[in-house]
């Protein structure tokens, strides 16, 4: 159902709970107090002590992980033969899946991702690894989807006929992609075979994911060629997470991205290029996205507390942060900000 009281400015006022997980700040002890805590730590006397230290996720608690940081052709990416590619092609461990979220309660065993990408098998191989499925139910409780463009919804063809053969996998989408999924092959095929189930959304709808957990998805200004394209804000019993892989400029839309980051506990935001001459002999205006370093001067005046919200995700593969040891990866940590990493995990 539609919840009417949701506007745009109602992220202002959501109460925003917990602290960021991807802070992940040491803690120095000395020995002695070292021991005790391990020992404390087995028989969970400190509650945090029963935490993952790296992911804030205790074995109860919901959260979302990362499945990809890469832009919808992943990296490196098809036919690239520039040195930001190079090592990635020698390197398996340096390749990057495409951008996806998955959202796990380990207490229902229920999975939702956000986009089906073209790096689904190797996603959903690795989600297996932080949140097995119930032993008898479906492969996946949701996939949510953001848009139209093939990064983001091209991994749907692994759940046909030819590959896994789902059986009524829902997936959620605004009107204009649920028609286009409908209405063009091979995506009509999978809703002809009942192989996947499409739920009509809406803007600013609250969507209950089961008693705990809830998304609400928002418009956003992109190239909106065949469908809508949202993001989601992500509701858990501590914390909120926003997600908004892709947009064209911060200026284009009638929402402060501010106002949203205020109302969560962490933001991960589009970060597709870094600057304006990352693909020479391109025109950007046709694949707009807010540079990272309009980002950057756009939050500089934010606190502290608000810049290490942002968490920037969707690189592009000429992106140089997917370098950590590039300059600009230290810049983004300078100005308070950071770089998301694949099977991240955050605390909801």
């Known amino acids: 159902m539609i919840n009417t009281a949701w506007t745009r400015r109602s992220f202002d006022s959501l109460q925003k709970r917990g602290q960021i997980v991807s802070e992940r700040q040491g803690i120095r002890f000395s020995l002695p107090v070292l021991f005790l805590f391990l020992a404390l730590s087995l028989l969970c006397l400190i509650p945090w002590a029963c935490v993952s230290a790296e992911d804030g996720v205790g074995e109860t608690n919901a959260f979302a992980v990362v499945l990809g940081i890469a832009q919808d052709g992943g990296f490196p990416q098809a036919g690239c033969q520039k040195p930001c590619c190079e090592s990635a092609w020698r390197n398996v461990d340096s390749r990057k899946q495409v951008a996806s979220l998955a959202i796990v309660d380990p207490i229902s065993n229920q999975r939702w991702i956000i986009d089906a990408t073209p790096s ?69 095929q999978l809703v002809d075979l009942n192989q996947i189930e499409i739920e009509k959304i809406a803007a600013g709808q609250l969507l209950t994911l089961n008693e705990r957990l809830s ?67 391109r025109d950007m205006s046709e694949i707009p996205h807010p540079f990272i370093v309009e980002s950057i001067s756009r939050f500089k005046s934010l606190p502290m507390a608000e810049r290490k919200k942002v968490q920037f995700i969707h690189f592009n593969h000429t992106n140089p942060l997917l370098n950590a040891e590039s300059s600009e990866s230290q810049a983004i940590l300078s100005a308070g900000h950071q770089i998301t990493q694949e099977m991240d995990v955050i605390g909801l």
């Not at 989600?127 to 008898?136: E, R, T």
């Not at 200004?221 to 908004?244: A, C, K």
Request: proline content about 7%; glycine content about 12%.
């Open 120 to 188: 689904l098998p190797a996603q959903l191989h690795a989600l297996n690894q932080v949140g097995k499925p119930k032993a008898k139910g479906p492969l996946l409780d949701g996939i949510l989807l953001t848009h139209a463009h093939v990064g983001h919804y091209g991994g749907l063809l692994h759940l046909g006929r030819e590959v896994m053969g789902t059986n009524g996998i829902k997936v959620l989408a605004m009107p204009r992609m649920k028609v286009f999924l409908e209405t063009n092959g091979p995506w009509s």
């Open 215 to 281: 998304v609400i998805p928002f418009l956003v200004p992109h190239r909106d060629e065949f469908s809508e394209t949202v993001g989601y804000q992500i509701n858990g019993p501590n914390r909120r997470i926003l997600y908004l892989p892709d947009i064209d400029k911060w200026e284009k839309w009638d929402v402060k991205i501010e106002d949203l980051i205020e109302g969560v506990d962490v933001a991960l935001l589009d970060g597709t290029f870094y600057a304006a001459d990352e693909l020479p002999g």
